[in-house]
């Protein structure tokens, strides 16, 4: 691949140790929480009720996998499009880390016994009150607030069909650019629909994955945050 290389391969480069450390331990918190949430999980759930199909538990489940599986085409996408090491770990990292989640929500939607697609838009789930009886954005949740996110407009960070078909075009560090600028937001996005069923489920999986996903990709907005800056 030639677009950009020859600048790109002359870039000053930060110590990859300090960074990638950062991000290595929220992976490693990640699989720790999994697996602890699902040896721990499923038996403190043994006396839970099992969240019901309209369940902020389960709109999250149905959307975050949707979202989850868009940033591993990014990711996947990135990895073809650059020889940038960096660039191409951080793909893998994320391929790999977001489809392990999406399995696994997967599976709780089949173990409750529920759909895997639900009979409302996406994102109604977070139009639910939180437990403190508010809206995600804090506005009151009797109606009269408004709602925090409407139902059936694209989730929060969700790259569009556009966007993505750009990131395809592109090669060497164009590539990296833009996809370091996209996937931040994808980021930032999902954070958001974190701390929206945080603030709305006790259920211990859910919470177990909802803090694993703010813990590891708040590390990786903060490592992308300074790879797109290096490249600016």
Partial sequence: MSVGHEDHD??????GIGRWAVVLAASVAVIAVAGAAFAIGRLSTLGEETPSNASAEAGFARDM??????????????????DDPDVRLLGYDIAIAQAQQAGQMYGWLAEWGLPQAGSEPSMTWMT????????HDGHDGDGSGGAAHV????MPGLATP????????LEGVEAERRFLELM???HEGAVVMAEAVLDRSTYPVVVSLAESIILS????????????AERS
């Fill in 10 to 15: 002359e870039r000053p480069r930060r110590s």
């Fill in 65 to 82: 996998q949707v979202h989850h599986q868009q940033g591993v085409e990014l990711a996947m996408i990135v990895r073809d499009a650059t």
């Fill in 128 to 135: 639910q009150p939180s437990a403190d009886g508010s809206t």
């Fill in 151 to 154: 139902p059936g407009e694209p």
């Fill in 162 to 169: 556009e966007q993505v078909a750009e990131l395809r075009e």
């Fill in 184 to 186: 931040i937001a994808h």
């Fill in 217 to 228: 990709q708040e590390a990786e907005i903060a490592l992308m945050e300074d790879m797109l």
